[in-house]
């Protein structure tokens, strides 16, 4: 209670040129656990517990110099017992390795940085900061809130400019967050720090096109140290480099181009194993490129891709919750299921995908439609196919901005659909028969007035028909549905309804009273409860917002920027307060 009454709104003070800001991020979640136990009676809530978690940012600057903190700070409430007089922690906070004054409470120091501009042409930047060539394929450690993902690369980095050219130097151990701002945070791990050192120089205005080159090498760490104990063996040596250009042109012909190539050579046996090409198992390369045209009122894009290999960069990292390289995916994120996720981290495929928006009213309708199609070759342990797909994903939809209504629609259905082939000759034989994965998705965000007052609902419908599988599983349906209504004053309320019968999703929902049942193309009949939550917000300020949640919602695949990660679900309350500017 006294970090709720001390989390006060952000304030900034300005003295000359010198100022100083303070923003803070506060959250306080009650979780329920429907674990029980046969010997002890009435102990539904046996397993309940509260989560406080809150980070604090301060930032000053004075000509020319900023200096910024970050401070994370979790804590567990009504976790522990007493049993046989000794006492007990359902929920270990703190992990091994990691050093805290209590199982429960945890503050970590999480970022900290220096910036010095030197002058016109030099910024030198020490402690946390981020990095990222071209479109990520190289090296893409930036923050993603979307999915809770925050690392940088702890060192320094020096950004110079001189007339028509750019460079940026790095170098440092990355520096994952710790303390989970949107997620349950339990045995807490100590940081795996990995080496990041890149290089990148772009060179502007020759004539309509921008061409850079950049290189990036990576030592990884196969145990948990500390920062001082990873410094010498992460400098000692490489476990991967990657070298790219990229190029951009506008305007050329009336089209917009942009093309990046990227070739990764693995040193380190781990990075060497279950490759997909036989012939050329200690590389991989990655090509991207897009053409962007405006014929009348058309906008037309076409993306490509081409990635061997590349995958093989992120199994380190991504054992800590996060991915070293993230290039495009042209991917509809919002549809990623556990099996499409898998082409999102493909080891190699290749594939386009073609958009038209039509202008029919400038900035008031438009309609779009694109198609996408892939061939996945990639039958590492992360498919649940045997053998090679070919994606096809056509998606249609259109933007509506009227003057009282506005509405975002998009609808789409997605095929994966396997090569009948015999998996242990790879040669096409009319008795395997594995089918496709098929998905039928539809998502609408209306936004409409009520009186005095304004409403939106958005829906989200997505059922999905598996293939022939090793380990089978049943057909799913999911939905989910929101609806709020808000006024001029700082008060809003949102209702959420939400559905899944996906097998592979743990959680179960918290309307008990209400039971849906549905029936897959086998007869077989699955019975699940729906989800629901309320929510009341309070928006006094255009920078200060406080929530109030209870209820529950679903676990599943979240992609963002992407990136994919397996999120919890959530049953409980949760009040939160965030203030920003």
Known sequence: MLLLLLAGPAWSLEVGEASVSVTDDFKLRYYRNPTTLPDFPDNDHLFDYVEQVNRLNLQASYEGTEVGVSVDEVALFAATYYLDDELQYEHYLVGDGLSSFSPTAYVNLEKIWLTQRVNDAIDVQVGDGYLAFGRGLAVNLVKNTDIDVDTSVQGAQARLSSGDW?????????????????????????????????????????????????????????????????????????????????????????????????????????????????????????????????????????????????????????????????GPNLEYERVITEDSSSAVNSNNIRGARLRADIAARPGVWTPYISMAGFRDYDLGSGHFNQTVETILHPVAGMDLFGDHVQSLINFGYRADLRDDVNPESGEADPDFDFGADRLAHADIDFRFPVGRLHAEAILDFQKFWWGENVIQQHDFTQASLTLAVGGEGPFSLSLFGDYSDNPLISTDGNLSFITLTTTDDEGEETEENPYGALEVQYKPTGSTTLRLFYGAYRAGIRCSGGQCRNLPGFDGARLSFSTAF
């Not at 994952?176 to 339990?186: E, F, G, M, R, S």
């Not at 090509?287 to 061997?308: N, W």
């Not at 093989?312 to 996060?322: A, D, K, T, V």
């Open 166 to 326: 750019d460079a940026t130097l790095a170098t440092g151990l990355t520096n994952q967050q710790q303390v989970q701002q949107d997620n349950p945070n339990v045995a807490l791990r100590p940081n795996a720090y990995n080496m990041v050192t890149g290089a990148g120089v772009q060179r502007y205005g020759l004539g309509p096109s921008n061409v850079g080159v950049h290189g990036v090498a990576y030592s990884f760490s196969r145990e948990t140290a500390g920062l001082a104990e990873s410094v010498g063996p992460r400098y000692s040596g490489l476990d991967a480099v990657v070298g790219g250009a990229t190029l951009e042109a506008f305007g050329v012909l009336g089209l917009d181009l942009y093309g990046e190539v990227d070739i990764y050579r693995y040193m380190a046996p781990e990075l060497l194993t279950d490759l997909e090409d036989p012939d050329g198992t200690e590389t991989g390369r990655a090509f991207y490129g897009s053409v962007a045209a405006y014929p009348g009122k058309v906008t037309l894009l076409l993306e490509v891709k081409d990635y061997l290999n590349i995958e093989r960069l992120n199994i380190f990292s991504i054992q800590e919750g996060y991915e070293v390289s993230v």
